[in-house]
């Protein structure tokens, strides 16, 4: 079974910049990828979960919500199974809990925060910005 575990989170000001990870304990990436595609959402207390970008693992291909792109960066290391979100710019706005999820897809093109069924989850990192 793929466990998803994440680090990095913390506190930081606006304006500031922060890095967390996602590592993909018992996923295939090489020579074959399962799962292909993986994300990052966000949730704060009592709010609704939001999605924050996808990668397809196979190729790269990226995918972000409107409200952090320019913003955040989503990456990956294939040999390290891990996955990285990039936040620069940090607004308190961007306060929330931190998942990453893992899924398959078909296409590059479905592999996105809204049009993947994501099977695997992480506990969530925490992710403060003050003002």
């Known amino acids: 079974q793929v466990h998803l575990e994440e680090s990095g989170g913390g506190s930081v000001q606006a304006g500031g910049s922060l890095t967390i990870s996602c590592a993909a304990v018992g996923a295939t990436f090489s020579p074959t990828y399962s799962p292909n595609c993986m994300a990052w959402f966000r949730q704060a207390p009592g709010k609704e979960r939001e999605g924050v970008t996808a990668i397809y693992v196979i190729g790269g291909n990226t995918h972000y919500a409107d409200s952090v792109k320019g913003r955040f960066t989503i990456s990956q290391n294939i040999l390290k199974k891990e996955v990285y979100l990039e936040m620069t710019f940090l607004k308190p706005e961007d306060t929330a809990m931190y998942y990453c999820?893992?899924?398959?897809?078909?296409?590059?093109?479905?592999?996105?925060?809204?049009?993947?069924?994501?099977?695997?989850w992480g506990q969530g990192t925490q992710v403060t910005v003050s003002s």
């Open positions: 999820a893992a899924g398959t897809t078909r296409f590059p093109s479905e592999c996105t925060v809204g049009a993947t069924d994501f099977d695997y």
